[in-house]
């Protein structure tokens, strides 16, 4: 993801392909808690308590949160040979619970992702770019965030690229006219204890996944974000996108965990990916 500046999380984080891997990822090994010569065991969180609350009575989202079950203990175990944590730490859902169905992509679409070789789809990702990866980016990250809560008012701090996006609740509708951004135009509500964000005007340069899901102009996305207990955030997100898909997707309810952690200085600065990927690409294409 270029030339970066940040601590050992982007090495769990940067998705390696075949000839590129020697050139482009980066191999930092963290230290990992042990107990003489047994490294600890890495667990699912307990709830935790009640989720705390707001002035206005709304449950208080604020926190780091982590991609997983068990906070940022469980990615400095990853980098560990053996990943010493139980299956239910590492997962968002269980799909056996909560099944996660595939988009429904338009034939032209599908056959679109399906053309690009892996190198095209690593020269097309907005983070190999030094782009945001925009909304809905909590579906695809290993990296934290930090949620700051307040009365009328959502901040999120991205780790990744060091983005930030604010989002007003209460009333309200989207801008007339909305020019396309990376977080889109967004407005927000509660429906009880649940934060509902809707999302217009999306950027088409960014993407839904880290597999090609690239999307329209006409991109409708709707995330809810409860916090049920204390240490847990569950995100759920729906797709619309009628120019992409044959019907509207919708992600299982996926869990983040509290850290107490803090977000790291991440930039992406002088991009050398791009141009091994675009050698790599060169050399492909020759050889057809």
Aim: hydrophobic letters at 35%; charged letters at 25%; proline letters at 7%.
């Amino acid at each position: 993801m270029g030339r970066v500046v940040m601590n050992w999380r982007l090495s769990f984080s940067v998705r390696c392909i075949g000839a590129v891997a020697a050139a482009i990822c980066m191999i930092v090994t963290p230290a990992l808690a042990q107990h003489g010569n047994t490294i600890e065991r890495i667990h699912k969180l307990a709830p935790g308590g009640s989720a705390p609350r707001t002035t206005d009575g709304h449950p208080d989202l604020s926190g780091v949160w982590f991609p997983n079950s068990a906070g940022q203990a469980l990615n400095a175990a990853r980098l560990v040979g053996d990943d010493p944590a139980d299956e239910d730490a590492r997962r968002q859902f269980d799909p056996k619970v909560t099944p996660e169905g595939k988009p429904s992509f338009q034939p032209w679409a599908a056959a679109k992702i399906k053309a690009m070789t892996s190198t095209e789809s690593q020269l097309e990702r907005p983070s190999v770019n030094c782009l945001p990866r925009g909304v809905p980016g909590m579906l695809a990250t290993a990296y934290p965030i930090q949620l700051v809560s307040t009365p009328g008012q959502l901040v999120e701090l991205v780790e990744l690229n060091n983005n930030f996006r604010v989002v007003r609740i209460g009333g309200g509708a989207h801008t007339k006219n909305p020019d396309p951004l990376f977080n889109g135009d967004a407005i927000a509500h509660w429906e009880a204890n649940t934060l509902v964000i809707d999302t217009i005007s999306l950027d088409e340069r960014t993407w839904n996944d880290l597999n090609g899901w690239f999307h329209s102009d006409q991109e409708h996305v709707t995330e809810r974000i409860s916090r049920p207990s204390k240490n847990y955030l569950v995100y759920q997100i729906t797709i619309d996108d009628p120019k992409v898909l044959t019907k509207p997707w919708t992600s299982a309810p996926r869990r983040w965990s509290l850290s107490h952690d803090i977000l790291q200085e991440y930039y992406c600065t002088e991009n050398y990916e791009i141009e091994e990927l675009q050698k790599i690409r060169d050399k492909e294409s020759r050889g057809k």
